[in-house]
């Protein structure tokens, strides 16, 4: 079955820290691929997406991920992380069935000063 | 802002009661979609609208139902509501059904249930 595994549930990393959020993914066609922000009280925020070609994507708020088919992978990077970053990310793949996203469970990203 | 609206914003009822949980999606997006985040469960997809009808479903409980009307809103329904029910619910659109769409999430409606 189609899943979305996110191993971190919670993550702690100092400001002006590199950041790595892990993502795996399964899917047995190409996937679509996804990193979503929530922070507290809000939605979702989209940050990149990746769908094919240049398997470095770049998004916004100077994130970026890699997507890594033979480990099927899609972790989400940041060089310098900010106290504005600290929120809950998700992952997620696009089914083909109703463009349905099936997410992974998210990881809560703390930054300490 | 990502322009999709959802009322209320929070919503509090006993069980064995019906809410109505609005969405009006962005100017001009045809699809619906309505996820529930729940702590035990995390995000899940319920369904997808398109152009008032409905184009795919998820796990959507029987006691649950949605419509999307002529003017594109949409409304989940929600009724002989449990504890389980609570929950976060969030709407989404996107401009047409395509793949490579991108959905936009409104600011969800808080349910909990007493």
């Known amino acids: 079955a189609q899943s979305v595994t996110q191993p971190d549930i919670h993550i702690t990393v100092s400001e002006g820290a590199s950041l790595e959020l892990r993502c795996n993914y399964s899917?047995?066609?190409?996937?679509?691929l996804f990193w979503y922000v929530q922070s507290p009280g809000q939605g979702l925020q989209l940050l990149l997406k990746?769908?094919?070609?240049?398997?470095l994507v770049q998004g916004i708020k100077g994130f970026e991920a890699e997507f890594k088919r033979s480990q099927s992978s899609f972790n989400l990077r940041k060089p310098s992380v900010h106290w504005s970053d600290a929120a809950e990310y998700f992952c997620?793949?696009?089914?083909?069935?109703?463009?349905?996203?099936?997410f992974g469970a998210g990881t809560i990203l703390r930054v300490k000063s | 802002d990502s322009g999709v609206t959802q009322t209320p914003k929070h919503l509090i009822t006993a069980t064995g009661q019906r809410v109505t949980l609005r969405c009006s999606p962005r100017?001009?997006?045809?699809?619906v979609y309505w996820y529930q985040q729940s702590l035990d469960q995390g995000l899940q997809f319920l369904i997808q609208?398109?152009?008032?009808?409905?184009?795919a479903k998820g796990n959507i409980l029987e006691r649950f139902s949605a419509q999307q009307f002529p003017d594109l809103h949409s409304e989940l329904n929600l009724s002989s509501l449990e504890l389980g029910d609570s929950a976060l619910y969030f709407c989404?659109?996107?401009?047409?059904?395509?793949?490579?769409?991108?959905?936009?999430f409104g600011p969800g409606t808080r349910l909990t249930v007493l």
């Open positions: 899917y047995g066609a190409t996937p679509y």
């Open positions: 100017s001009g997006d045809l699809s």
């Open positions: 989404a659109s996107s401009p047409s059904g395509l793949r490579t769409d991108t959905q936009y």
């Open positions: 609208y398109y152009n008032g009808e409905e184009r």
């Open positions: 997620a793949v696009l089914m083909e069935y109703g463009n349905k996203l099936v």
């Open positions: 990746y769908f094919s070609g240049d398997t």
